[in-house]
């Protein structure tokens, strides 16, 4: 699977390791915020192939980050 590849080398999961310590679910590091973004770019509202990429993360919490991100954005 192409983008599967594409995304394991050139993200770290390690990373994502460090926010475990969120405030509340709805809060998401840079790292996660990146991948969100990068991941719609490819899949569109697939918002649980997303969040299988995101441990820790449920395609509700996916979806809702997304939804208020493009409300505050123009």
Known sequence: ????KHFS???SLTGFQDV???KSGTEFSKDEAA?????????G???SLIAGRIPGRTAD???KYWNSRC????
């Open 35 to 43: 991948l969100v973004i990068r991941m719609y770019n490819l899949v």
């Open 71 to 74: 409300s505050t954005s123009k």
């Open 61 to 63: 919490e996916i979806e």
């Open 9 to 11: 080398s050139q993200e």
């Open 45 to 47: 509202e697939r918002w």
């Open 20 to 22: 475990s310590s969120k």
């Open 1 to 4: 699977m192409a983008d599967a």
